[in-house]
C-alpha cells in the first residue's frame, strides 16, 4: 500500500495552513455572478481537476505536481469550496458544471481530459454527458450516481446535523470513514487533530453544507448512460464512504474500472496506484 508517512504528512499539513505554497497563482473567472477561482499548473495538454466535497487542491497529494510535468493542470474551487464566491444560492449539478467549462475556457482550452473525485465525479459526467465535444477523456474515482440510495442519504443526512451542531465531530467522521483504519492507526490521535486544526480556517462551512445538499440530490443514472468520451472509473478498495462505484461504471457505456488500495480520501493512501492508473490512460485516450 502507497501511503505518506507520518513525516511526509507533517510537510502537507504546512501546506494546508500556508496553501499559497502549494498551489500556483489564483486567476477568477465571472460565472453565472460566481466569481470562480481557479489555478494553472505545468503546461501540455489540458487535464481539468473537480474535487469532491469540502475539498481542496492540498487534497489531490502529489497528483497535481506530477501530472503538471507533462500537462497543463487546471484546478478550481467550485461554489462552496475554497476561494469561489457567490450568492450563497442551492447548488445543482448544472450550474457546477458550467463553471468547470467557463474555467476551462477561460484558462484557452477548448478540449481537455477530466477527473472528477466522488462529488466532482457526477459534476465531471454531467458536462462530459452534455458536452461531449469539451471531454476527451473522463476520469472518475469514488464516484456514485444517486445520493437518494439508501447508506449514502444517511450519511450525507448526518454530516449536514454535524456541520450544524459539531463541526469538529464532522471533521472526525470524514477522516475515520475517509481513510483505511490502517492509515488512521499509524498517523495517531496528534496528527489527526494537527489536520483538523489546520482545516478549520480555511472551510467555507457554509459552502460544505451546501455541497452535502446536493450530494444528497445527486441523480446521474441518466447522464452516466450518455457519456461518450472514453472513461475510467476507479473505485477504491477500502471506500467506507462510497461503496458504488462499480455499480456506476456499469452505467457508462464502455467504461473500464479499475480499484486502488485506499479509502475515499484516496490521494492521502493511492496516489501512486491512482497516478500508475490515469497517467497510462491518459496516454492512451488523450493528446
Known sequence: MTIII????????E??????????????????????????????????????????DVHWGPVIAELGKQRTVI??????SGDTTDDGSALCLQ?????????????????????????GSAIAIKLAATSPDLVRSLIVIAGFSWGGEPRLKLQFELWLDLLRTNRDA????LLLSGLTPTFVSMLGTSAIEDMIKAYMPLANWEGIARQVELDLAVDIRRQAS????????INCAHDQIVTQTSELAAR???????QIRAGHLAYFEGAEE??????????RHGV
Not at 6 to 13: F, H, L
Not at 104 to 117: S, W
Not at 252 to 258: A, H, K, L, N
Open 6 to 13: 507520518q513525516n511526509d504528512w507533517r510537510a502537507v499539513n
Open 15 to 56: 501546506m494546508i495552513v500556508s496553501k499559497g505554497e502549494l498551489v500556483a497563482r489564483t486567476s477568477v473567472v465571472n460565472v453565472d455572478g460566481a466569481r470562480v477561482a481557479y489555478r494553472l499548473h505545468g503546461q501540455g495538454p489540458a487535464v481539468v481537476l473537480v474535487n469532491g466535497t469540502a475539498a481542496l
Open 75 to 80: 484546478s478550481l474551487d467550485y461554489s462552496g
Open 95 to 119: 450550474k457546477l458544471a458550467r463553471q468547470v467549462r467557463e474555467v476551462a475556457g477561460a484558462a484557452g482550452v477548448d478540449r481537455f481530459d477530466l477527473v472528477g473525485h466522488s462529488l
Open 170 to 173: 464532522f471533521l472526525k467522521l
Open 226 to 233: 450518455s457519456v461518450t468520451s472514453p472513461t475510467l472509473v
Open 252 to 258: 457508462i457505456p464502455g467504461s473500464t474500472c479499475r
Open 274 to 283: 491512482f497516478l500508475s492508473l490515469a497517467t497510462e490512460f491518459l496516454r
